[in-house]
């Protein structure tokens, strides 16, 4: 089975632009979380879609948004991008929407704000 | 403060060496996860506790509930072992799904 794909995996933009990443989750996991890890803060949880709907959000500002299609994949949105954002951005997907499963994670896509 | 702290920080060990990680949190979990994360970035799952004790070849993982704490051990360890090793925890609660993280353990086993 393939695992957790996430494109692209490098990115270079320039701040005010915006950025579309994408995750595609193990087949028949219908659960995709998002994170951003930086060395200053390490990890942290952006959020977590289930069949479609977003079922929770981090303490990120609206900036940052995503969504989750029918086929399980998913993208992530992030607009008027800053230099603090730049960041390795992780997807993780799992089966169910209870969140006590294992996670499996993509190899992140790192972007760089310039 | 952080809701999950690990020590040590950094950990450098001979190979052969028993190793242990320490995590601890400060609220109510329903959930522990023990992630392991080589240079480039890759993440990978090592456990998810909610009590007890877990194994998977050298590797040990255990959680005391009531005391908040849980250990990660490393038995005979290799030099292939050095990474970064991260707690997790998901809060208790309603249908919050939140993985609140440690800031890591970077490990470093010398041959």
């Known amino acids: 089975k393939a695992g957790v794909t996430q494109t692209p995996r490098y990115l270079i933009k320039t701040r005010g632009q915006q950025v579309t990443l994408s995750c595609s989750p193990i087949?028949?996991?219908?659960?995709v979380s998002w994170y951003q890890q930086t060395p200053g803060q390490g990890l942290q949880f952006l959020f977590e879609y289930f069949s479609e709907t977003q079922r929770n959000k981090g303490n990120f500002p609206g900036r940052f948004s995503g969504r989750q299609f029918s086929n399980s994949r998913s993208e992530m949105n992030v607009s008027t991008l800053e230099l603090g954002d730049s960041a390795l951005y992780l997807c993780?997907?799992?089966?169910?929407?209870?969140?006590?499963?294992?996670?499996?994670f993509g190899p992140g896509t790192r972007l760089l704000v310039l | 403060k952080n809701e999950v702290e690990q020590s040590p920080q950094n950990l450098t060990a001979q190979e052969g060496e028993f190793i242990t990680i320490n995590c601890s949190y400060s609220?109510?979990?329903?959930?522990l996860h023990w992630l392991q994360q080589h240079p480039g970035g890759g993440i990978v799952s090592l456990f998810m506790l909610s009590s007890g004790k877990k194994k998977h070849g050298r590797l040990i993982a255990t959680i005391n509930i009531q005391e908040k704490h849980s250990s990660l051990h490393i038995t005979a360890s290799h030099p292939r072992d050095s990474a970064v090793y991260i707690c997790?925890?998901?809060?208790?609660?309603?249908?919050?799904?939140?993985?609140?993280f440690g800031k890591g353990t970077l490990l470093t086993v010398n041959p």
């Open positions: 609220v109510g979990i329903s959930a």
């Open positions: 997790a925890v998901r809060l208790r609660g309603g249908s919050n799904y939140k993985l609140t």
């Open positions: 993780a997907s799992s089966l169910g929407p209870t969140g006590d499963e294992t996670q499996y």
């Open positions: 087949s028949g996991h219908r659960s």
